[in-house]
């Protein structure tokens, strides 16, 4: 294979020029990220070894003081002046060293050695998205995030206006996962302890409380669900038996998690005589296209109705209700087995889900969503900090946009609008897996919902129930707004006031 010539670039690439140079392209980036050995470094070798008649820069980012992927490809002599590389360590490109990554990427597009392309491996704990929003936020004092306001490389504080926006020196291209096929499964159907993720860290004594916050399976599937291209990594690793099955069951399962993905399956071990065109001037990132990419989204906006049609027992499923809330201690009770993809589900109707997000709506916390999020084995519920329920909230004291939200709640399927009793309080929730028992998921939490003689007690016995998902805080601060008169007019207090209750919880 010859590589990629610098001539290779597609007119899209070609033609976007850097503002206020427009002689000069913009430096084009590819985003290499996936879990700590996935084959990221192994990738990145291998786009370095075919980087014919291309000047292509590095950064390789690490958690460790020690940046062992950036030795590794030095070992090599891939990178062949140190100007090629850089290396940004002891800290994650998604948060911490944020600024360092935006003041590394804008020097080396305006470096006079003039580089053809720059990829960048991040560190197998880092989210994708906060990276790509690097490139597109904005940094020159105009709705500024302050997010650059730190020490950098130099040791100098350097603040946001001493930079301009990334998309006036470089353009992200593709974002790339790389998926260990032989530990996706078994990651998502473990349940992870904080000894666990600390032995995944590598650092079984020192790992801190940030890296530690996020769990595995839900990290793995950030990465696959914000992407432009999966590789489905180390098929070479499965039981030769079984490995066809499984690799086709992989492949639907990714795409049902990211349906606007490129999936790929390199044929040889170690990315051997990959075509490295497969992940480079792609033209393929699209930040909105990429931000309504998840397949929970995507389900959530099909009809009512979910098709019966199912790949290698590859399927979703979408609960909604807006009749009646949840009761707290039975949804708790029903909600078991996520993730556990090859036991009985006699009593587990959640065995298989991998993925699941929403709403629900609790009995005793009537005027804040909770939102649902489930990754392998773990679930997450928190008070949703967008703000309570509008029918808790007096019509006269709306903003613009929950007018609008008013508005587009009566376009939407008829379990999520508007009614009369309740207004747009309701649960919605999708669940996406292998094998799914979709009877049995609907079924229980059917049953978990309020009898008829529950709901017809009020809101006066609804807070009365326990609380096991919040230990007491939903009768306290989710069931009712309090309103001073001192505050009418005022916008995104009620939001504001749920913030800081998921604050307390955190």
Request: charged share 30%.
């Amino acid at each position: 294979m010859s590589g990629i010539a610098a001539d290779q670039v597609d007119e899209k690439a070609s033609s976007s020029m850097r503002i206020g140079n427009p002689s000069k392209p913009l430096l084009s980036v590819t985003l290499l990220s996936g879990f700590l050995g996935s084959g990221k470094t192994t990738l990145l070798k291998r786009i370095l070894r075919n980087k014919q008649n291309m000047k292509i820069a590095v950064i390789v980012n690490d958690m460790g003081a020690i940046n062992l992927d950036a030795e590794e490809v030095k070992t090599h002599k891939l990178v062949q002046e140190k100007r090629d590389m850089v290396e940004l360590h002891n800290g994650c490109i998604c948060c911490t060293l944020r600024g360092d990554l935006l003041r590394t990427v804008k020097e080396l597009s305006e470096s006079d050695y003039k580089f053809d392309y720059l990829v960048i491996e991040s560190t197998g704990i880092a989210e994708p998205l906060p990276v790509a929003q690097t490139f597109t936020m904005d940094v020159n004092g105009d709705g500024t995030t302050g997010e650059v306001e730190h020490k950098m490389g130099d040791g100098h504080e350097h603040k946001e206006e001493d930079f301009k926006p990334l998309s006036n020196y470089a353009r992200l291209d593709t974002l790339v996962t790389v998926v260990d096929s032989f530990n996706f499964l078994p990651v998502l159907s473990s349940v992870e302890t904080e000894a666990d993720r600390k032995a995944f860290l590598g650092d079984e004594d020192g790992a801190n409380e940030e890296e530690l916050e996020a769990t595995l399976s839900r990290l793995l599937l950030d990465q696959i669900e914000f992407a432009d291209v999966l590789l489905l990594n180390k098929i070479d690793l499965l039981p030769e038996s079984d490995r066809e099955a499984t690799v086709k069951k992989l492949q639907t399962l990714v795409k049902k998690l990211n349906p606007e993905a490129r999936v790929i399956v390199p044929t040889t071990p170690k990315f051997e005589d990959f075509d490295v065109t497969h992940v480079m001037n792609t033209n393929l990132f699209d930040m909105d296209k990429a931000m309504a990419s998840a397949g929970w989204i995507q389900e959530l906006n099909k009809p009512e109705h979910n098709p019966e049609t199912e790949e290698y027992g590859i399927s979703s499923i979408v609960f909604r209700e807006n009749g009646r809330p949840f009761h707290p201690v039975r949804l708790e009770q029903c909600l078991n087995g996520f993730g556990k993809l090859e036991e009985a589900k006699a009593d587990m109707p959640f065995a298989g889900v991998v993925r699941a997000k929403g709403r629900v709506w609790l009995a005793n916390a009537d005027a804040i969503p909770i939102m649902v999020h489930v990754a392998g084995r773990q679930l997450d519920m928190t008070p949703n900090i967008q703000g309570p329920f509008l029918a808790k909230i007096p019509r006269d004291r709306w903003s613009e946009d929950e007018l609008d939200e008013f508005a587009m709640g009566q376009e939407g399927p008829p379990a999520k609008r508007w009614t009369e009793a309740f207004g747009d309080r309701h649960s919605e929730l999708i669940c996406i897996g292998v094998h799914l028992d979709k009877e049995a998921i609907v079924k229980a939490l059917q049953a978990a919902l309020l009898t008829d003689e529950e709901l017809g007690g009020g809101l006066e016995k609804w807070i009365l129930y326990p609380d096991p998902f919040f230990g007491g805080m939903c009768a306290k601060n989710f069931c009712e707004l309090e309103f001073d008169d001192e505050d009418e007019g005022d916008e995104g207090d009620e939001g504001d006031d749920a913030e800081e209750v998921a604050g307390d919880l955190d």
